[in-house]
């Protein structure tokens, strides 16, 4: 394994973001709206994808993670900011030219009960793709194709002709995927893929994709905020905090070596079944609400929460990078972290 975490021998991103921003508009008026504001969702995030290797995202509700996953697939208009997928800036392109990289770049939704057309049979939702991409499977052949599909998720290829509510909602997230991987992208965006199942269920449709991805070669960004779940189907992890990266590094650098604060606090707050373990720990209690996107605090954004802050951290905005303590070492605290004050620090029973 290379040294950023990646199962990828080949060392070229396949995806590059680069100070990525989504701000929306708070308006006032009814006739004549005025700007008065806006709500900074994302405020110049930073990462790379390599092929074949599964960047987790993690971070309470609301820090952001989902429109990033919008705007990777243009879902949303980036505000500002760079999405290049093998050398090309996809935040630039329209019509075609976007239709031909999204046939590359597929997405898996959240909640299986809403993302799927009730009205439509399942042969007839996974087909969909094949409607706006011919090329990918002749007409005569797509019954066939559906039925591989629905195979290779563990579905009964007789299923093609009935409806999502005979299904649950497991069976619903397989033929989610089954969508997904249609069209034979390289990369799939997975938005909380298994949020909205019950605990079993969701350790089945991830093995289901951890298997998919050794068969197909596919790239994840796997959006989540079950810090296990994501330890688990993760090469790397990128936390986030109100619109911003605040650390990332590979699954072993952030579950058991972080140096960002509010990545010590979210793995202090993950259960621990074993009572020895328990006992060894120190939990970290935040203090205060997170702040509103649409008034973020200057500086450091986590600065209102921390137990470290000082002044700098309120008039200067940390970069998210590896701390100067740590870079002429090979210690596992030697990952980019985005805090003045950043280092090292066990988490007892965190894996």
């Known amino acids: ?108 939704f959240q909640d299986p009960y809403t993302s799927l057309n009730p009205r439509m049979t399942v042969g007839d939702i996974i087909g969909e793709p094949f409607d706006i991409h011919p090329e990918v499977a002749p007409k005569g052949d797509r019954r066939r194709k559906v039925q591989e599909l629905l195979d290779v998720v563990g579905l009964n290829p007789e299923y093609v002709n009935r409806y999502p509510h005979q299904f649950s909602g497991g069976q619903r997230q397989r033929i989610g995927i089954a969508r997904g991987l249609a069209l034979n992208p390289e990369i799939i965006i997975c938005d909380e893929p298994v949020s909205a199942l019950d605990v079993s269920v969701q350790a089945q449709v991830v093995n289901l994709m951890e298997r998919l991805q050794d068969q197909y070669d596919l790239s994840y960004l796997f959006i989540a905020h079950d810090l296990s779940i994501v330890r688990h189907i993760s090469d790397r992890v990128g936390v986030m905090y109100l619109g911003q990266m605040a650390e990332i590094g590979t699954d072993e650098q952030i579950y058991e070596h972080p140096t960002h604060p509010y990545t010590q606090a979210l793995l202090s707050a993950v259960p621990v079944p074993d009572p020895d373990a328990r006992e060894g720990r120190e939990r970290i209690i935040l203090t205060g609400d997170v702040p509103s996107p649409a008034n973020p605090p200057s500086g450091c954004r986590f600065r209102t929460r921390c137990w470290k802050a000082q002044d700098k951290c309120a008039e200067e905005a940390p970069l998210l990078a590896v701390p100067e303590r740590f870079t002429a070492t090979d210690s596992p605290a030697s990952h980019p972290s985005a805090c003045h004050f950043a280092e090292e620090k066990d988490v007892v029973g965190a894996a």
């Open 1 to 108: 394994m290379a040294e950023t975490g990646t199962k990828s021998t080949d060392r070229e991103p396949i995806l590059q973001v680069r100070n990525l921003v989504k701000h929306f508009p708070l308006t006032q008026g009814v006739l004549f709206k005025k700007q008065v504001g806006a709500v900074k969702a994302v405020d110049g995030v930073s990462f790379d994808l390599y092929r074949g290797e599964t960047l987790g995202i993690v971070g309470e509700s609301g820090c952001g993670k989902s429109t990033v996953a919008k705007l990777l697939m243009n879902l949303e208009r980036a505000t500002a900011g760079e999405v290049f997928y093998k050398g090309e800036d996809i935040t630039k392109l329209t019509g075609r030219a976007l239709k031909a990289v999204r046939r590359n770049i597929q997405m898996v």
